[in-house]
């Protein structure tokens, strides 16, 4: 079993819909959680950054930990075709090493 | 503001060439810097990391060697690239919780 799961996709949805992508891990002393976007041919961009439980906003964007279920959740509201991109998290325990998802590609239809 | 160098882009060497990627940052001092290679579809594998000059730490054994000649650099190598090694190789800094990346260089090996 990997420590952290993401269903690599693609998730397909219509534009101005509610999108939600998800991770699940099993190790319970991750503490902190993040969410990366990724052009394709390019780095990943750092998106949103949790510690702890709890559900953190910025703009069109919820990053949501349940660290009872260990799952995490990126909330994309209003998507629109430019947020079609892939979509990876990645966890630590707050050690030198992040451990990442496989990633989720999104698509928005217009 | 920090900002990452990474080239070349795109490299396609044949099987048995040396390679060497190189990676700087600027407007930061001793940053903790790392090497990534993602395979398509999957997710970001930690190759080495690096907490100080001359200080490289492997994650996965393998046909590949890093090594930190100053504080701001970080450096990919290896002696004869084998088939397996054509992928997407990341440089990025960071801490323990969250890592900034570079462009990334896509190699081929033919």
């Known amino acids: 079993q990997k420590e952290v799961e993401q269903d690599p996709g693609p998730l397909s949805v219509p534009e101005g819909a509610i999108v939600s992508l998800n991770c699940t891990y099993s190790?319970?002393?991750?503490?902190?959680f993040m969410w990366y976007r990724q052009y394709s041919r390019k780095g990943p961009e750092l998106l949103m950054y949790t510690y702890s439980s709890g559900n953190k906003e910025d703009g069109r964007f919820t990053a949501q930990v349940d660290k009872s279920s260990k799952y995490i959740s990126l909330f994309i509201r209003d998507s629109q075709p430019s947020d079609s991109v892939t979509y990876l998290c990645a966890m630590s325990v707050g050690n030198y090493q992040l451990i990442w998802g496989a990633g989720t590609k999104l698509i928005i239809k217009p | 503001s920090q900002t990452i160098h990474q080239w070349p882009a795109t490299l396609v060497q044949p099987v048995g060439s040396p390679l060497s990627l190189e990676c700087t940052v600027e407007g930061t001092s001793n940053p903790n810097l790392y090497w990534y290679r993602q395979a398509a579809g999957r997710g970001l594998q930690l190759l080495f990391y690096s907490v100080g000059i001359g200080q490289i730490s492997s994650e996965v054994p393998q046909n590949l060697s890093a090594s930190r000649p100053q504080d701001r650099q970080f450096i990919l190598s290896s002696k004869k690239l084998l088939l397996s090694d054509s992928g997407f190789y990341l440089c990025a800094w960071g801490g323990s919780t969250e890592a900034f990346f570079g462009q990334g260089t896509r190699l081929t090996v033919v």
């Open positions: 190790n319970s002393a991750f503490q902190y």
